[in-house]
């Protein structure tokens, strides 16, 4: 056989980084940070819906194609309740099985062989491998640090003729960055000036410590052009059911779920009844979520810079980026590949989020959606690190 297994589109796209530094966790006996999941779950009450919806025999078979009329109609409410957003749950929103097959679904629906897109990076490891997968040229725009702040005059540069999609993400994983009503406006300006449709992925929309978070559509001229992309994982720390959305005008939500309707046509059923009540809960469980995850911030990011790192704390997600050019390492992946037996501590380098890794080369993520016990057992390591270096 001398053609390669796997497609060309594909090829090099595999993120094998996880895999390595969760081998290398279970080896080594190391905290594992690397990981971009809790440790602990969401709401039992919720967890108690699902089983019971189980039982009862609702969702054991084939849920509708766009989600449950109940799922619909809760996440039509959230919009309405956290953003004052009008949507029609019959026609303007669509039940998908998590963030990732909403944002492949969206990207295979709106992108023809040729068309690029525009995305900031570093970037979630699925964008890469959708857009190749959708015959898509993806084109990047660098965040920097110490800010990451989106760089619109070289947003405004990549744009062209064959732009079709810009892909965004605030919350921004993995640099934290959350963009503010300005630099959303330029874009939103942008967009709309060249015609192009934006692919929002909001999936950390309630995980905001400053700032604040904006859909991008509900910018003027916006509603029509984007697809706004949630999932119930980060917020209700259900990650392992897949639960995700995607809220735009009928046209939109009709062409997303045309392929939709070909990946998982439906997925997780009684799940989509639990999240249906999560999605309900009061105002205290939104605030509660990000007021702790804001204490594990301040607490890694304090100790953290105490062992040595430079820190750049994130206004929001359960990610803090590090630069480790301080140990004498500026190559973040050889420092990754070193910390565990050096201080018993996984985390990720930030370069394979990258096309110019150049960029994000002596830059490290934790992650800090973890117990407390854990990331202080984590810290009290890793400041044996920095008593080594010194
Ligand atoms: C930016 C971003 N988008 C999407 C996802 C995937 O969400 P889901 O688990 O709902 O598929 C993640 C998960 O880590 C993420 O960080």
Redesign the pocket.
């Given at each position: 056989m001398t053609r390669p297994l796997l497609s060309r589109r594909l090829a090099g796209l595999g993120t094998t980084i996880f895999a390595e530094m969760s081998e290398l966790a279970v080896a080594t006996g190391s905290v594992n940070l690397g990981q971009?999941f809790p440790d602990t779950d969401g709401p039992p009450e919720i967890a108690r819906a699902a089983a019971d919806a189980i039982l009862a025999g609702r969702g054991n078979q084939y849920p509708p194609g766009a989600g449950i009329p109940e799922l619909r109609a809760a996440i039509a409410e959230h919009q309405r309740r956290f953003y004052g957003w009008e949507v029609d749950p019959g026609t303007e929103v669509l039940v998908t099985a998590?963030?990732?097959e909403a944002?492949a679904a969206a990207l295979l629906a709106l992108v023809e062989p040729g068309d690029e897109v525009i995305a900031f990076e570093p970037y979630?490891d699925s964008y890469s491998a959708c857009i190749a997968m959708a015959g898509g040229v993806r084109v990047p725009v660098t965040l920097r640090a110490p800010g990451f702040r989106p760089d619109l005059e070289a947003l405004r540069a990549a744009i062209n003729a064959r732009t079709r999609v810009i892909l965004l993400?605030s919350p921004h994983?993995p640099t934290g960055a959350v963009f503010t009503r300005d630099e959303l406006a330029v874009i939103a300006e942008l967009a709309v000036r060249q015609d192009l449709l934006v692919i929002s992925?909001e999936?950390y929309e309630h995980l905001v410590f400053s700032g604040e978070h904006l859909p991008i559509a509900s910018l003027p001229g916006m509603s029509g052009r984007t697809a706004t992309i949630s999932?119930a994982?980060k917020t209700f720390s259900f990650?392992g059911w897949?639960i995700?959305w995607v809220t735009g005008s009928a046209e939109m939500v009709t062409a997303v779920r045309t392929t939709k309707q070909f990946l998982t046509f439906v997925s997780g059923g009684p799940f989509q009844y639990a999240i249906a009540q999560a999605l309900a809960l009061p105002e205290g469980y939104y605030q509660s979520v990000a007021a702790d995850l804001r204490i594990k911030r301040d607490l890694m990011c304090d100790g953290l810079a105490e062992a040595g790192f430079e820190v750049y704390p994130p206004d929001g997600t359960y990610f803090v980026t590090t630069d480790v050019s301080r140990f004498g390492d500026a190559d973040g992946l050889e420092f990754c590949r070193n910390l565990p037996a050096r201080a018993g501590v996984v985390a990720i380098p930030m370069q394979v989020f990258y096309d110019n890794a150049e960029a994000g080369r002596p830059l490290v993520r934790f992650a800090f959606c973890k117990r407390k016990e854990v990331l202080a057992d984590a810290l009290a390591r890793l400041s044996q690190l920095n008593s080594a270096r010194t």
């Open positions: 971009g998590g963030a990732t944002i979630y993400n994983n992925d999936v999932s994982a990650t897949k995700g």
